[in-house]
């Protein structure tokens, strides 16, 4: 059999196993080729008529593993092979993150624009940074910048700072433990930028396998979703630079947050290459508003109070 022919035989055992696809593949075939690439060593660089030579039976029995790894276990691809690529660099991932999937590479390959200045831009925070991959790709785009990585998960940090080496940028990104804002004390930032767990809890449950090999404090966030983006809300304006923003995504929540805050001048960010669910907000915005949002946060348990 050929490469080619692993990948087709890959999509059909996988769609026959009836798998859900949302962790950088969002199909079958995609899946596939991911896997059987990854078994071969085979770049995506190199021509496709390497698809087309035949693969050895050590290599085919290698690759057929993997395949059935992948049905069998429910996990994604990306926690199979260790890697996963965000905004077209490579990350170490682990079950100890998400796998990175958010439509915030766009906006970051971008640099931003037209909100931001890259000449002006000289600190970054990724708050509830997972694998890091967010942060670290804000490094690249804005390479004056120091950039914070923060999560309130150690071992999420582990990874993230496992990424921060695999891309040399220890001079310039850290990773710091803290609970949204509770460990960054007085720091302030030209770009707060987030993807923070925003599944309700009572949709958890109904998520496909899949989801189930994440670590569900980087899903989980509420009856509604929002316990985690209120907060950010709530003390962004405090750690912004004047002039700066904050961007973060909240996926399918929109809607209860355009609700909730019916008079916050939102701005819903539009991807050419698919995604929704992300909003920006100039720091004079949150705080022309920062008694609504204070009064909102109130409403949250008491230990999610600070």
Same mark, same amino acid.
């Given at each position: ?42 770049? =995506? #660089? ?8 035949? !693969? ?6 290698? !690759? ?5 790894? *992948? ?14 690529? +965000? ?11 998400? !796998? ?6 766009? %906006? ?31 490094? =690249? ?30 001079? *310039? ?7 949204? +804002?509770?460990? &960054? ?33 980087? %899903? ?12 950010? &809300? ?15 995504? !909240? ?34 915005? %949150? ?15 008491? #230990?999610?109070?600070?």
């Amino acid at each position: 059999m050929t490469a080619r022919e692993l990948i087709s035989h890959g999509a059909a055992l996988f769609e026959q196993a009836g798998l859900g696809f949302h962790h950088g593949t969002d199909n079958a075939l995609d899946e596939a080729a991911l896997l059987v690439l990854h078994a071969l060593g085979i770049g =995506y #660089d190199q021509p496709d008529s390497v698809l087309d030579r035949p !693969v050895s039976p050590a290599d085919r029995q290698r !690759v057929e593993a993997l395949l059935e790894r *992948r049905v069998a276990t429910r996990k994604p691809a990306a926690y199979l092979t260790g890697e996963a690529w +965000f905004a077209g660099l490579p990350f170490h991932v682990d079950e100890r993150v998400l !796998v990175p999937r958010s439509p915030l590479a766009e %906006l970051i390959e971008a640099a931003f624009a037209p909100w931001a200045d890259p000449a002006r831009v000289g600190a970054v925070l990724d708050l509830c940074t997972g694998s890091g991959c967010i942060g670290i790709a804000c490094a =690249y785009a804005f390479p004056g910048a120091q950039v914070v990585l923060s999560d309130v998960s150690g071992d999420a940090l582990d990874v993230a700072r496992r990424n921060i080496a695999l891309h040399k940028l220890d001079a *310039r990104v850290e990773a710091v433990a803290s609970d949204v +804002f509770s460990g &960054l004390a007085h720091r302030q930032f030209d770009i707060i930028v987030s993807n923070p767990p925003y599944v309700p809890h009572d949709e958890l449950a109904a998520l496909d396998p899949e989801f189930g090999h994440e670590p569900a404090l980087g %899903l989980a966030a509420g009856a509604d979703g929002l316990d985690i983006v209120l907060r950010i &809300l709530r003390d962004a304006a405090r750690h912004l630079h004047p002039g700066g923003i904050l961007v973060v995504e !909240v996926g399918h929540t929109e809607q209860a947050l355009v609700e909730l805050f019916p008079g916050l001048p939102f701005v819903w960010l539009e991807f050419e290459r698919g995604g929704e669910g992300v909003f920006l907000l100039e720091r004079e915005q %949150l705080v022309a508003h920062q008694t609504q949002l204070d009064a909102a946060a109130g409403r949250l348990a008491p #230990d999610l109070q600070e």
